[in-house]
């Protein structure tokens, strides 16, 4: 039971929190656009759930939805004049947008400026008082009732993980998501065959910042604690480098990304002094000598074509021109 110590749940609460940032930037990537506004979307997710909890004592599961939906109508009042932008363009107004908004909270007197919001509600105490409301102050299976806790709070956020692979996954395959891909691959010929082009781009822009708060409102009660410093510009390109160096050419990527990324830290803190050179030589490495990530399709492919050993004469004859 030592390996579900609260420290390494709360490493793995993270994986999930960092896995659904993940998808929020591969949304928008999917229809083609290079947002690096995650980070602000998410300090509005994060904030809105805090103000809420601290200042009008909503219960959390009312904020957290709460923090998402903020964080998504930012990106309706953005998207509309950010999306005329394309490729870098878009990218730099993104990121300036995440600037403004953390100087923004940074000013705010309801969001306590530099100072932070501490004493957030946090999911963990949530639970615990749930399960003393049921009799169970001594814990469950060999379990006291911290770890309890905090294992539920793993169950929760990686539930809401599922439900948003699996949204992501059944839209990849829907009309809608065929219309993402049309966009991404060439948005002048997509609007030839009838596609909304600026229908399809909002919608991708919007459910990333909607997944991008969500995020932030569970981080907030995850944590107790944010501050402005906590959304600025390197948690942008730790957002970034989830989907890069997982791949971006499949939601798998990012989850890998975000999990590997999510872990490194923690196994290089015996070399505190010297893990980040070694982390930023890692990710330099990963980019001179796989640029297109972990995961790609050719190597799904490879992987499936080994689970049907039949497949490969099949693939090797249709290669061949023997079969049509």
């Known amino acids: ?7 390494h749940l709360q490493i793995i609460t993270f994986m999930a929190v960092n896995s659904i940032l993940a998808l929020s930037f591969y949304l928008p990537l999917s229809a083609g656009q290079l947002s690096l506004g995650c980070a602000g979307f998410m300090s509005i997710g994060a904030y809105t759930a805090a103000i809420l909890s601290l200042h009008y004592g909503m219960p959390v599961f009312t904020t957290i939805p709460a923090g998402a939906a903020a964080a998504a ?27 403004v ?10 969001t306590n400026g530099a100072l932070g919001m501490p004493e957030i509600p946090n999911l963990n105490d949530y639970f615990s008082a749930l399960y ?13 009732l911290p770890r309890l806790a905090a294992l539920t709070t793993v169950v929760f956020c990686y539930f809401v993980l599922a439900a948003c692979v ?33 229908y399809i781009k909002m919608l991708a822009f919007v459910q990333g910042a909607f997944l991008a708060g969500l995020a932030g409102a569970i981080s907030a009660h995850v944590t107790n604690f944010i501050a402005p410093g906590d959304f600025n510009y390197h948690r942008a ?3 970034l480098l989830f989907v890069v160096l997982g791949g971006s ?33 890692l990710l330099a490495a990963m980019m ?4 297109q990530g972990l995961i790609d399709r050719q190597l799904l492919c490879r992987f499936s074509l080994r689970k049907k050993p039949g497949m490969d004469g099949m693939d090797a004859r249709s290669s061949s021109g023997e079969v049509d």
């Open 237 to 239: 390109v730790n957002i």
């Open 166 to 198: 699996a949204f992501v996954l059944r839209q990849e395959n829907s009309r809608t998501g065929r219309a993402m891909a049309a966009v991404k691959a060439d948005e002048v010929a997509s609007g030839v065959m009838g596609i909304g082009a600026t």
């Open 288 to 291: 001179v000598f796989r640029p």
């Open 249 to 281: 050419e499949l939601v798998w990527g990012g989850l890998l990304g975000a999990a590997v990324l999510s872990v490194l830290p923690e196994f290089l803190r015996f070399m505190q002094d010297f893990r980040w050179i070694i982390f930023g030589a």
């Open 1 to 7: 039971m030592d390996l579900l110590n609260v420290y």
């Open 132 to 144: 003393r409301s049921w009799g169970l102050q001594g814990g469950l299976a060999g379990l006291d």
């Open 73 to 99: 109508l930012a990106g309706v009042l953005l998207g509309f004049p950010a999306l005329r932008l394309t490729g870098v363009y878009l990218a730099i107004a993104t990121l300036g947008f995440g600037e």
């Open 101 to 110: 908004v953390r100087v923004l909270f940074l000013n705010l007197k309801i």
